[in-house]
């Protein structure tokens, strides 16, 4: 079983809460994650009001919510405990289908995934690692529409993004590698520089674009023609 290396050789766990109000798919959640060494439920919930009074309890690394629950909704929870936590706990929604009219509005709410809901257990277990370890990931199958139409269809009720002329030419090609969906590793390798080098300039475009994560910098290189269909 692989996790995040830590000093030392030791893995970090993480630490999950599991949201839906399902119970057959809330328990299989559960079953599965607690198979990993390197994964902790902490906690269960049936709606999104158990999760946002569970994520306060327990502070988990990531909330694993489906976007459809009675009392409040995932998009309501997420907003909730992105809030509370002030970011350090991570977001990863589920869904049934690849596009979910939520899934617009948890983007702009925040999370940091998608998965759909028929996900193989290799592909929860990456996500859940991914997302806990600050990247975006969104289930492949909806990734490239999904975000396309969200960018169009909030573009007039926005203000416009920062130009892209803020950035250099070399955070310009980090983000428009983030808008593609490569991680840092891979884009050190597509740009021949360090993953210390790669963390550098992201942290200088989230801070020139004022970005939260890597979901909202994907959105960005979206709307400043970084990324996008037909575009490499």
Known sequence: MSGTPLAGGARR??????????AVVRTGFVNLLATQEDIEVVGEAEDGVQA???AAETRPDLALLDIRMPHKNGIEAA???LAASDGATKVLMLTTFG???YVYDALAAGAGGFLLKDATFPELLHAVRVVAAGEALL???VTKRLIADFVAARAASRRPA???ADLTFRESEVLTLIGQGLSNAEIAVRLTITDHTVKTHINRV???LDLRD???AVIAAYELGLAGPGRR
């Open 13 to 22: 766990v993480i630490r999950t809460l599991v949201a839906d109000d399902q």
């Open 52 to 54: 946002v009074r569970i």
């Open 79 to 81: 907003r909730e405990i």
């Open 139 to 141: 289930a492949p199958a």
């Open 99 to 101: 596009l979910d009219e």
């Open 214 to 216: 890597r979901a909202q």
């Open 206 to 208: 989230f801070a020139k």
């Open 162 to 164: 920062r130009p892209v």
